[in-house]
């Protein structure tokens, strides 16, 4: 197997900021880098998903799909990929087909040559509609299965949802590890599985690193078949995050595959993101030590770290151990969701609730009940019984458990929305009022008459200029030197005459 060549998506600019900045990368921090990234030799650039979008529009007042635009103007020799997630895109909710295939065009229409889609359940009934449109649309498609640990998600299991995306006529699967639950054993046995039903699908590995084991998993998968791997800059890998990209193109390298990728390249990268995070105050990825813990309550580093902050602010931190282990029970009493947004959320809330009330199940959220009738897909596993009979007794007269195709209960919303709240400038303004009220976007829309300057801050553009830069305010200084391997630079003021 040695000489295979093995491709890279880069997920830096997506999951990396996701997972350790709390998804707070801006433009000034990407485009600057993007035309560099572009000659760097990655199969891919991925750009945004579910949290990116969202904050872009939340918190940072970014358009997403000005975004795509921009980045597409400065990358065009590598394909830039946008993740969704299945019919519900890039929020928790679950939307109509039409806005899911518009959606789907316009990744298409404002630049983005590849998509990645999965279904938090695994049921692939929820990707048929966006595999068929964005194969309409000439995107490259990679499909996913989500990994997790349950008595329900077998070998056997994951070959069988594999056999489904080959069916659909993907152009890739992808194993997605969100809560980095993979081990060097699993791997040994599930790769293979999943290799021998592909064909000549190629298989990608996307997992994080909070066991502390992704990047040996990495480095075990690629010898069993293993195409193309998921990683991140080092500045923002590790940790929560993805394995570092320079690690695994050093080690792969030994090993006798080849990639396109250059230590000398991804140093400079580096250099880049390290400036970044130096400039805006944001912590570096660094690795995690194996926690037996987290393979039993299975919640993702992300999510622990929303549930302190959250706990703090109740003046509740002592109930997380509390909260965590009933996390636990309560996954087992739904049938095994996977724990990824959604249903990661779903499941924590619904443990905080337990344990807060004092009493299990006094209280159940509205989409906890949506999930038990099967409003979101296919359930892996066997819901508790008498969770079941509560919901049903608490439903309207003739609910039923649905069997079906989540998106065929869903009625068209486009129609609606441009009666309702339109005109719209574009489709990509028709969508943004699909996914939120005129409330959550007028901030954005208020943000719009401001465009990026034609001169970016140096920290954007440069660490070295913006080291030069602030030395060249510091009046106290007669003398510098900056030293690292390879390079030495020694600077002296000269005294004014």
């Given at each position: 197997m040695t000489g295979r060549r093995i491709g890279f998506v880069d997920v830096t600019t997506r999951d990396g900021h996701q997972s350790l900045w709390a998804t707070r990368m801006t433009n000034a921090m990407i485009l600057p880098f993007a035309s560099r990234m572009d000659e760097m030799g990655f199969d891919w650039i991925n750009l945004e998903g579910g949290a990116v979008f969202d904050v872009c529009v939340r918190y940072l007042h970014e358009d997403p799909w000005e975004r795509m635009r921009l980045v597409a103007e400065r990358v065009r020799r590598t394909p830039v990929d946008i993740m969704t997630r299945g019919q519900s895109l890039f929020t928790f909710r679950f939307f109509a087909d039409d806005v899911v295939a518009l959606a789907l065009q316009r990744i298409r229409a404002n630049g983005m040559r590849r998509v990645t889609i999965y279904d938090a359940l695994n049921d692939?009934?929820?990707?048929?509609?966006?595999?068929?449109?964005?194969?309409?649309?000439?995107?490259?498609?990679?499909?996913?299965?989500?990994y997790t640990v349950s008595p329900v998600h077998t070998d056997e299991y994951y070959t069988g949802i594999a056999r489904e995306l080959v069916a659909q006529g993907v152009d890739s699967v992808f194993?997605?590890?969100?809560?980095?639950?993979?081990?060097?054993?699993?791997?040994?046995?599930?790769?293979?599985?999943?290799?021998?039903?592909?064909?000549?699908?190629?298989?990608?590995?996307?997992?994080?690193?909070?066991?502390?084991?992704?990047?040996?998993?990495?480095?075990?998968?690629?010898?069993?078949?293993v195409d193309v791997i998921h990683t991140a800059s080092g500045p923002l890998a590790s940790g929560a995050s993805l394995p570092p990209t320079e690690y695994c193109?050093?080690?792969?390298?030994?090993?006798?595959?080849?990639?396109?990728?250059?230590?000398?390249?991804?140093?400079?990268?580096?250099?880049y993101f390290r400036g970044v995070a130096y400039r805006h105050g944001f912590p570096l990825g660094a690795p995690?030590?194996?926690?037996?813990?987290?393979y039993r309550h299975q919640v993702p580093g992300g999510m622990i770290s929303n549930l302190r902050s959250d706990l703090a602010r109740m003046n509740m931190s002592q109930a997380e151990d509390a909260i965590l282990e009933e996390a636990e029970q309560v996954r087992v009493d739904l049938g095994y969701p996977i724990m990824v947004s959604p249903f990661a959320q779903f499941v924590v809330t619904q443990a905080m609730l337990n344990v807060t009330q004092g009493e299990r199940y006094r209280t159940i959220p509205d989409e906890i009940r949506k999930y038990v009738l099967g409003h979101y897909g296919r359930i892996a596993g066997t819901v508790l019984p008498k969770i079941v009979d509560r919901v049903l007794d608490e439903a309207p007269p003739g609910t039923q458990l649905y069997g079906g195709r989540a998106g065929e209960i869903i009625p068209p919303a486009l129609p609606a929305l441009r009666e309702q709240r339109g005109p719209f400038d574009s489709d990509d303004d028709l969508l943004l009022a699909a996914f939120y009220s005129d409330t959550e976007l007028a901030p954005l829309r208020a943000a719009r008459s401001r465009r990026l300057p034609a001169e970016l801050p140096p920290s954007a553009t440069s660490p070295v200029k913006e080291l030069l830069r602030a030395l060249g305010q510091r009046q106290d200084l007669s003398r510098i030197g900056i030293e690292r391997p390879g390079f030495r630079l020694h600077v002296t003021r000269r005294a004014r005459p």
């Open positions: 692939i009934r929820n990707l048929e509609l966006s595999v068929r449109t964005a194969r309409r649309e000439g995107l490259y498609v990679c499909a996913g299965l989500v194993l997605k590890d969100p809560s980095g639950l993979l081990t060097p054993d699993r791997v040994r046995t599930l790769i293979p599985a999943v290799k021998s039903v592909l064909g000549d699908v190629p298989l990608e590995l996307h997992s994080h690193s909070l066991s502390g084991l992704a990047e040996q998993c990495y480095l075990e998968a690629v010898p069993l078949g193109v050093q080690h792969l390298t030994r090993e006798g595959f080849r990639t396109d990728l250059r230590l000398d390249d991804l140093a400079e990268m580096a250099d995690r030590r194996y926690d037996p813990a987290l």
